[in-house]
């Protein structure tokens, strides 16, 4: 079993930053590849970025590439996602999930999610 904890949303201006953190605990948490995801209002939870169980490999959608890094501390079992050059079309519920397999399709765990809202 892993759990997760995100935290660091919030309510910020267009062009603004955020970070988000993904506390991971349970004793195979080191061993999996971590996701962010979002969901806004009305539309399906969408893929935002991957990085490997090592942290060597990193992935991003399209709509966040350049504006968005993800990275994970292993030591303290937390993986961040630094969110700058904010829009409103930014604005979701974002969910951290596990995934045994680097830019894998299916999500073994998932977070209870972290509200990000960006004002025009």
């Known amino acids: 079993q892993v759990q997760l904890v995100e935290s660091g949303g919030g309510l910020v201006q267009a062009g603004g930053s955020l970070r988000l953190s993904c506390a991971a605990s349970?004793?195979?948490?080191?061993?999996?590849?971590m996701n962010w995801n979002r969901q806004a209002p009305g539309k399906e939870r969408d893929f935002v970025a991957s990085?490997?169980?090592?942290?060597?490999?990193?992935a991003y959608a399209d709509s966040v590439k350049g504006r968005f890094t993800i990275s994970r501390d292993t030591g303290k079992n937390t993986i961040y996602l630094e969110m700058n050059s904010l829009k409103p079309e930014d604005t979701a519920v974002y969910y951290c999930?596990?995934?045994?397999?680097?830019?894998?399709?299916?999500?073994?765990?998932w977070g209870q999610g972290t509200q990000v809202t960006v004002s025009s």
């Open positions: 999930s596990a995934s045994r397999a680097f830019r894998s399709s299916r999500y073994d765990y």
């Open positions: 349970g004793r195979t948490a080191s061993m999996y590849a």
């Open positions: 990085i490997s169980w090592n942290g060597g490999s990193t």
